[in-house]
Structures are given as structure tokens and as C-alpha cells.
């Protein structure tokens, strides 16, 4: 399978698209107003949206990595949130960046608008952050390890 992605700031469009297709057929009314998708690291894509509640309800980032592994996924490589309503790709807010990082440290994140989107690494987007791997015995970010 041939992908798009290639790092450093280069996009998969193939990864937005899928993203943008959700959001426009299932993200309907207050409960589901984003939609996200992640590339695995076998070329799999990965979709899911979010599930608004008002006590707090998991925003579509950390519902993908729930879909994605109950899928079989052990390592997403690149992920992108798009807004319900035509607004296009939306940054992920705080926890799900921390969230990101602590699972997928070498994830990139698709973000930017309009023509502006761009993949920037997750710690980029988390500068200075307390990566929870780094303080685990038996653990790190050695892929070798996953």
C-alpha cells in the first residue's frame, strides 16, 4: 500500500480525506461534531468521532485510539481531527495532546487550515511536557519496544 505521508511536515491527504468523509456523513447534531483518523503503522486507517457529553465525554482523538486498537492496531503513526460543518482540520486541544504523546511519542499530528495544514511531531505540539514513558521502569520510546 503506498501512503502520502512523508514526515517532517509533509501531509497525508489520503489520512484528511478519510477524516473530512466521516465528518461530513456522521457527525450529525450536538452529540458528534468531530471526526478523526489515524494512519497504523501497516498503512491501516483508522476513523472515529467524538462523543460529546456534558460531564465530559471523550473528544474523537481518544476514541480513535480506542477503534484502533480493537482493531488490532499497536502504533498509530500520523492522526488528523476535521470538524463537523465544513470547518476542516482542528488542532487537538490539551489532553488529547499529552494523551497523543504518552501513547504514539513518535506520532505526527496533521494540523493548520486551508491550505496551510501541515504534520508537525506530537511533542512539537507539547513542548517541555512530562512524557509518562520516560518515567516508567521497562519502558520508552524504542520502537523495538512496542
Same mark, same amino acid.
Given at each position: ?5 512523508? $514526515? @517532517?511536515?509533509?501531509?497525508? +491527504?489520503? !489520512? ?28 491501516? &486507517? ?15 482523538? !481518544?476514541? !480513535? &485510539?480506542?477503534?484502533?486498537?480493537? +482493531? $488490532? ?5 500520523? %492522526? ?17 495532546? +499529552? ?7 513518535? !506520532?505526527? %499530528? &496533521? %494540523? $493548520?487550515?486551508?491550505?496551510? &495544514? ?10 517541555? @511536557? ?7 521502569? $521497562? ?5 523495538? @519496544?512496542?
Amino acid at each position: 500500500m503506498t501512503t502520502t505521508t512523508t $514526515g @517532517s511536515g509533509g501531509v497525508d +491527504q489520503e !489520512l484528511v480525506r478519510a477524516a473530512a468523509r466521516v465528518a461530513r456523513t456522521r457527525c450529525r447534531g450536538d452529540n458528534h461534531t468531530m471526526a478523526a483518523a489515524g494512519r497504523a503503522d501497516d498503512g491501516r &486507517i483508522v476513523t472515529a468521532v467524538n462523543a460529546y457529553h456534558f460531564t465530559g465525554g471523550p473528544c474523537a482523538e !481518544l476514541v !480513535l &485510539i480506542g477503534a484502533a486498537a480493537a +482493531q $488490532g492496531v499497536r502504533w498509530l503513526v500520523t %492522526v488528523v481531527a476535521v470538524g463537523d460543518r465544513d470547518r476542516g482540520v482542528v488542532p487537538p486541544c490539551g489532553r488529547c495532546r +499529552q494523551v497523543l504523546l504518552d501513547y504514539f511519542p513518535d !506520532l505526527e %499530528v &496533521i %494540523v $493548520g487550515t486551508g491550505d496551510g &495544514i501541515r504534520a508537525v511531531p506530537v511533542a512539537e505540539l507539547l513542548p517541555e @511536557s512530562y512524557v509518562w514513558a520516560d518515567h516508567q521502569p $521497562g519502558t520508552g520510546t524504542d520502537p523495538d @519496544s512496542r
